[in-house]
């Protein structure tokens, strides 16, 4: 399929989530926003579930780019300055406007029942998991780099999604912050010393 004619395709399927929700985000009103017949949708995704499933790809790969391009930018390569990367990346403006933040919410509400979104999930929890908790291992011991990795990656994950649930949508720049303090905090509270 024509990459401009895929990413058409998961910009409406962002649109139409926007719009009506994922429930009634139907194939044809996906189509009806790109312009296309329904059964190009069938045709190149197989329905509205493998549209979602490549739309959240598509959403990820973002995310991945947002954090990789903030580190390779970082001027020292402390862990603190990576994991501010890292928090930054998450909070980027191609993860939080409402479409893509709408899009997000319905993916984590139907990869609880459809086995090929659970396992994107898994992926992008085990990424964001591994590249904090390998931050902190420079840092502290093993155990507390995991323990700190689990605390800082909740601390993301639950100021984006309760900012994405307010009517206003998600402050990016307050989430960012409060997510920098926490971290901070963190840090102050064990030893900058690597682990034996």
């Keep these: 399929m024509e990459p401009i004619r895929r990413q058409q395709l998961i910009k409406a399927t962002m649109a ?5 929700g994922l429930a009634d985000a139907t194939v044809m009103r996906i189509a ?23 739309t959240m790809r598509q959403i990820l790969s973002d995310l991945g780019t947002a954090v990789a391009a903030r580190r390779r930018a970082l001027a020292d390569d402390s862990p603190r300055a990576h994991l501010g ?12 406007t409402g479409p893509v933040a709408k899009t997000w919410l319905a993916f984590w509400a139907s990869s609880m029942h459809r086995p090929t979104l659970q396992r994107l999930q898994s992926v992008n929890d085990h990424r964001l998991y591994s590249n904090l908790c390998s931050q902190f291992r420079r840092l502290m011991p093993r155990q507390e780099a995991r323990r700190a990795a689990r605390g800082l990656a909740a601390m993301i994950d639950g100021l984006w999604l309760r900012g994405a649930l307010t009517p206003e949508g998600l402050d990016a720049d307050h989430a960012r912050r409060l997510a920098h303090d926490y971290l901070d905090q963190l840090l102050a509270a064990h030893p900058s010393s690597p682990a034996s």
């Design 85 to 96: 990367a890292i928090i930054d990346g998450n909070f980027d403006r191609s993860q939080v």
């Design 32 to 54: 009806r926003h790109a312009g296309v017949s329904a059964g190009i949708i069938s045709h190149y995704f197989g329905g509205k579930d493998g549209l979602l499933e490549a």
């Design 16 to 20: 139409a989530i926007d719009e009506v």
